[in-house]
Nanobody
Framework: VQLQASGGGLVQAGGSLRLSCEAS????????MAWFRQAPGQEREFVAG????????YYVDSVKGRYTVSRDTVKNTVYLQMNSLKPDDTAVYYC?????????????????????WGQGTQVTVSS
Protein backbone atom coordinates (compact mmCIF):
# COMPACT_ATOMS: atom_id res chain seq x y z
CA VAL A 1 0.00 0.00 0.00
CA GLN A 2 1.31 3.42 -0.95
CA LEU A 3 0.02 6.63 0.59
CA GLN A 4 0.34 10.03 -1.01
CA ALA A 5 -0.41 13.02 1.20
CA SER A 6 -1.01 16.52 -0.07
CA GLY A 7 -2.57 19.84 0.85
CA GLY A 8 -0.12 21.29 3.32
CA GLY A 9 1.10 24.86 3.18
CA LEU A 10 1.51 28.17 4.97
CA VAL A 11 -1.55 29.79 6.50
CA GLN A 12 -2.22 32.54 9.01
CA ALA A 13 -3.65 31.78 12.42
CA GLY A 14 -7.40 31.34 12.17
CA GLY A 15 -7.18 30.05 8.62
CA SER A 16 -8.02 26.66 7.14
CA LEU A 17 -6.35 23.90 5.19
CA ARG A 18 -7.55 20.57 3.83
CA LEU A 19 -5.19 17.66 3.69
CA SER A 20 -5.73 14.65 1.45
CA CYS A 21 -4.16 11.22 1.51
CA GLU A 22 -4.76 8.80 -1.33
CA ALA A 23 -4.06 5.11 -0.90
CA SER A 24 -3.01 2.96 -3.82
CA UNK A 25 -1.76 -0.56 -4.34
CA UNK A 26 -3.32 -3.43 -2.43
CA UNK A 27 -5.98 -1.28 -0.89
CA UNK A 28 -9.31 -2.38 0.44
CA UNK A 29 -12.03 -0.91 2.50
CA UNK A 30 -10.88 -2.63 5.68
CA UNK A 31 -8.33 -0.03 6.72
CA UNK A 32 -8.54 2.35 9.62
CA MET A 33 -7.01 5.57 8.32
CA ALA A 34 -5.34 8.09 10.57
CA TRP A 35 -3.47 11.36 10.65
CA PHE A 36 -0.45 12.02 12.83
CA ARG A 37 1.72 15.09 13.15
CA GLN A 38 5.24 15.75 14.27
CA ALA A 39 6.63 19.11 15.28
CA PRO A 40 10.39 19.72 15.48
CA GLY A 41 11.88 18.08 18.56
CA GLN A 42 8.63 16.35 19.47
CA GLU A 43 7.27 12.87 19.15
CA ARG A 44 4.82 11.92 16.46
CA GLU A 45 1.32 12.58 17.75
CA PHE A 46 -2.02 11.04 16.79
CA VAL A 47 -4.38 13.71 15.47
CA ALA A 48 -7.44 12.00 14.02
CA GLY A 49 -8.63 8.68 12.70
CA UNK A 50 -11.59 7.13 10.94
CA UNK A 51 -12.72 3.54 10.83
CA UNK A 52 -13.14 1.49 7.67
CA UNK A 53 -16.88 2.09 7.57
CA UNK A 54 -16.44 5.80 8.16
CA UNK A 55 -19.00 5.66 10.94
CA UNK A 56 -16.56 6.28 13.79
CA UNK A 57 -14.02 9.06 14.08
CA TYR A 58 -11.39 9.82 16.68
CA TYR A 59 -9.63 13.05 17.60
CA VAL A 60 -6.99 14.22 19.99
CA ASP A 61 -8.46 16.71 22.44
CA SER A 62 -6.45 19.64 21.12
CA VAL A 63 -8.16 19.52 17.70
CA LYS A 64 -11.71 18.59 18.63
CA GLY A 65 -14.17 21.06 17.20
CA ARG A 66 -11.60 22.40 14.73
CA TYR A 67 -10.57 19.38 12.66
CA THR A 68 -12.77 16.97 10.75
CA VAL A 69 -11.60 13.66 9.33
CA SER A 70 -13.53 12.00 6.53
CA ARG A 71 -12.97 9.42 3.83
CA ASP A 72 -14.08 8.57 0.32
CA THR A 73 -14.05 4.81 0.00
CA VAL A 74 -14.45 4.93 -3.77
CA LYS A 75 -11.36 7.09 -4.15
CA ASN A 76 -9.47 5.36 -1.30
CA THR A 77 -8.79 8.80 0.10
CA VAL A 78 -8.89 10.24 3.60
CA TYR A 79 -9.23 13.95 4.25
CA LEU A 80 -8.43 16.20 7.16
CA GLN A 81 -10.25 19.52 7.19
CA MET A 82 -8.44 21.86 9.55
CA ASN A 83 -10.15 25.06 10.65
CA SER A 84 -9.27 27.77 13.16
CA LEU A 85 -5.63 26.85 12.83
CA LYS A 86 -3.19 27.89 15.53
CA PRO A 87 0.60 28.28 15.50
CA ASP A 88 0.77 25.19 17.75
CA ASP A 89 -0.68 23.17 14.85
CA THR A 90 2.52 23.69 12.91
CA ALA A 91 4.02 20.30 12.10
CA VAL A 92 4.61 17.74 9.41
CA TYR A 93 1.37 15.82 9.00
CA TYR A 94 1.44 12.14 8.09
CA CYS A 95 -1.30 9.76 7.06
CA UNK A 96 -1.20 6.15 8.12
CA UNK A 97 -3.32 3.05 7.67
CA UNK A 98 -3.73 -0.25 9.41
CA UNK A 99 -6.20 -3.08 9.27
CA UNK A 100 -9.32 -1.95 11.10
CA UNK A 101 -9.53 -4.29 14.07
CA UNK A 102 -10.63 -3.93 17.69
CA UNK A 103 -6.97 -4.24 18.60
CA UNK A 104 -5.89 -1.35 16.37
CA UNK A 105 -8.73 0.84 17.56
CA UNK A 106 -7.58 0.33 21.14
CA UNK A 107 -4.01 1.25 20.16
CA UNK A 108 -4.85 3.95 17.63
CA UNK A 109 -2.75 6.60 19.39
CA UNK A 110 0.41 4.55 19.01
CA UNK A 111 2.23 5.21 15.76
CA UNK A 112 3.75 1.72 15.92
CA UNK A 113 0.28 0.25 15.43
CA UNK A 114 0.08 1.28 11.79
CA UNK A 115 1.43 -0.67 8.84
CA UNK A 116 1.80 1.95 6.14
CA TRP A 117 2.75 5.61 6.12
CA GLY A 118 2.66 8.50 3.71
CA GLN A 119 5.58 10.84 3.12
CA GLY A 120 4.27 13.74 5.19
CA THR A 121 3.12 17.22 4.27
CA GLN A 122 4.23 20.41 6.02
CA VAL A 123 1.65 22.63 7.69
CA THR A 124 2.89 25.98 8.94
CA VAL A 125 0.63 28.38 10.81
CA SER A 126 1.91 31.90 11.29
CA SER A 127 0.79 34.13 14.14
Amino acid sequence: VQLQASGGGLVQAGGSLRLSCEASGHTNNRFLMAWFRQAPGQEREFVAGITASGRTTYYVDSVKGRYTVSRDTVKNTVYLQMNSLKPDDTAVYYCAVGLDTIDLRSRRYDSKSYDHWGQGTQVTVSS
